[in-house]
T-cell receptor, first 112, second 111 residues
Framework: ETGVTQSPTHLIKTRGQQVTLRCSSQSGHNTVSWYQQALGQGPQFIFQYYREEENGRGNFPPRFSGLQFPNYSSELNVNALELDDSALYLC???????????FGPGTRLTVL | KNEVEQSPQNLTAQEGEFITINCSYSVGISALHWLQQHPGGGIVSLFMLSSGKKKHGRLIATINIQEKHSSLHITASHPRDSAVYICAVSLMETSGSRLTFGEGTQLTVNP
């Protein structure tokens, strides 16, 4: 059974650029959630995808967007990067409902 | 006020000590999760519980639904237990899949 993977591990961008982060779900999971974790804080929910449709969104602007593919892998896209977007981005896969979530290792994004 | 509050924020212990981390929440939940995060970022799920008590090795998690409170206990602590421990809840109003997190407790166990 393959765990949750994310790419890239680290990324450095400049303000105004666009970035795409990728997540490969654990086998058999149909739901993927994305979280942003600023340094020293708990993760914040960005959005969730279930069967390729957005299934809930946190308090993030529209420049944060996502996709889920038929194989349940997922992308997080961030346009017009701002300095405050610097954070660890985590994805987690699960079965839908209040089930255990399995986290990827995260992508650390630095915006200069 | 955050929907999920943890205490303490930081905890330093000597090897062998019994450790307790507390979590209180103010919303309706379908489940509560205890997670462990090591330096570098990876998060591991330790427990998911909706009632009572669960035990895995030296770790014990309890939840009191009426009081909206949960505790994570570590018996015979060891330096390898040093990590950030995070309490998170699955909100009942969102069908349970998304998590709302506490700020985490940084645990350091000294040899």
């Amino acid at each position: 059974e393959t765990g949750v993977t994310q790419s890239p591990t680290h990324l450095i961008k400049t303000r105004g650029q666009q970035v795409t982060l990728r997540c490969s779900s654990q086998s058999g999971h149909n739901t993927v959630s994305w979280y942003q974790q600023a340094l020293g804080q708990g993760p914040q929910f960005i959005f969730q995808y279930y069967r390729e449709e957005e299934n809930g969104r946190g308090n993030f602007p529209p420049r944060f967007s996502g996709l889920q593919f038929p194989n349940y892998s997922s992308e997080l896209n961030v346009n017009a990067l701002e300095l405050d977007d610097s954070a660890l981005y985590l994805c987690a896969s699960s079965q839908t409902g209040p089930n255990e979530q399995f986290f990827g290792p995260g992508t650390r994004l630095t915006v200069l | 006020k955050n929907e999920v509050e943890q205490s303490p924020q930081n905890l330093t212990a000597q090897e062998g000590e019994f450790i307790t981390i507390n979590c209180s929440y103010s919303v309706g939940i379908s489940a509560l999760h205890w997670l462990q995060q090591h330096p570098g970022g990876g998060i591991v799920s330790l427990f998911m519980l909706s009632s009572g008590k669960k035990k895995h090795g030296r770790l014990i998690a309890t939840i009191n639904i009426q009081e909206k409170h949960s505790s994570l206990h570590i018996t015979a602590s060891h330096p390898r237990d040093s990590a950030v421990y995070i309490c998170a809840v699955s909100l009942m109003e969102t069908s349970g899949s998304r998590l709302t997190f506490g700020e985490g407790t940084q645990l350091t166990v000294n040899p």
